[in-house]
């Protein structure tokens, strides 16, 4: 390599290590949600668990947590949010059309919806898989002794197609009776139209808990026939604001791993010796925000807000709440689950 080769390398590298330092621009859907004073978010109309209103129109639920913390990031305040309740069918289309900024509702990550339809998967915030809810009653035990038999899904859902698939697999001959509305589906199965009902698994265990009259009376079958990975999305075009709905992920991620919890944050951030929850709350000298085009303080306000994944985990899906779901999957990488954090530094 000739002198003069060797200062061209030298001068391109230093120049995309300086590149890579620098700020990070806000991003058109930043400056919008900065306009307005509220991140605009996409939620199930209500399922028990992930997204749901009560009476006096407070919302509650895992999906409904990440989108306060989200708001905390980059507004600073977590009650900052607009929701707007979407079924199935109306998600993806709302989402295409721009009546959100991000969709945060219970929606399985694929190929075609990553890849054909304008939108980003970002993280999953939750590992799921298709089950099937039968009554105690019908004595099944598996779910091929549904063969021939009816079972309630909900247009437009993968799951919808999961069941087509599985069913002439195996050759089970499954008949679907498919419903445009969940409280038209729930209120069938219930009134015994459907010998079967499917949907996520976390989501049957949400109704047998809300709807059932004794839910003793419905059983979960153990058999999941699909992969459910579940999570916000965003429309393609805005790759700052994509990375900022990432990173509150992974954030909340990495401060379970770390012990950071909604209690302890501000005691941590200005007592902790370690350099990574420093580095995670904006503690030290180091700023994570700028490269996101945020503040320093970003991640600390959003642990704040909805506390860390496993803490959002248990309040709404966990043992202890009404839905009662194991971790599983959900677990952290090193205590046996999927999720496993980027590192935030």
């Known amino acids: 390599m000739t002198s ?28 919008a949600i ?12 209500g399922l028990a668990g992930f997204s749901q209103v009560d009476g006096s129109g407070a919302w509650t639920g895992l999906d409904v947590d990440f989108c306060r913390a989200l ?28 009546e959100m900024d991000v969709l945060s509702r219970n929606t399985t990550f694929t190929l075609t919806r990553d890849a054909s339809l304008g939108l980003h998967v970002t993280s999953p915030l939750y590992y799921d898989g298709q089950g099937f809810m039968v009554p105690a009653k019908s004595k099944i035990k598996d779910v091929k002794q549904l063969k021939g038999q009816t079972v ?41 139209r459907c010998v079967g009902y499917t949907t996520d698994a976390s989501g ?32 393609r075009g805005d790759d700052e604001w994509f990375a900022m709905v990432k990173w509150v992920i992974y954030g909340l991620l990495e401060a379970e791993e770390y012990g950071v919890t909604q209690a302890n944050v501000d005691a941590l ?19 994570t925000g700028k490269l996101l085009g945020l503040d320093k303080d ?25 839905i009662k779901l194991p971790r599983g999957l959900n677990n952290l990488w090193n205590k046996g689950g999927l999720m496993y954090a980027y590192p935030v530094r």
């Open 4 to 31: 003069g080769h060797f200062k061209t390398l030298l001068t391109a590298l230093l120049t995309a290590t300086a590149l890579l330092a620098l700020p990070a621009h806000a991003g058109k859907t930043l400056d």
């Open 34 to 45: 900065k306009a307005r004073g509220q991140v605009v978010c996409g939620v199930n109309t």
């Open 71 to 98: 708001a905390a990031a980059v507004l600073g305040d977590a009650n900052k949010v607009k929701w707007v309740p979407l079924n199935s069918q109306q998600r993806l289309p709302a989402l295409q059309a721009g």
């Open 152 to 192: 309630c899904v909900l247009s437009g859902s993968t799951t919808e197609k999961n069941l087509a698939d599985y069913s002439r697999t195996n050759n089970l001959g499954v008949k679907p009776v498919v419903f445009e509305s969940l409280d038209a589906l729930v209120n069938s199965y219930f009134a015994g």
């Open 204 to 235: 049957l265990a949400s109704v047998r808990n809300k709807e059932a009259k004794n839910p003793d009376d419905h059983v979960i079958l153990p058999t999941l026939i699909s992969k459910e990975p579940l999570g916000p999305m965003v429309r």
């Open 269 to 287: 951030k200005a007592s902790s010796q370690d350099p990574v929850v420093q580095r995670m709350l904006g503690g030290g000298a180091e700023d």
């Open 298 to 322: 970003w991640l600390a306000r959003a642990i704040k807000a909805s506390g860390n994944y496993g803490e959002m985990f248990e309040r709404n899906l966990g043992p202890k709440s009404a």
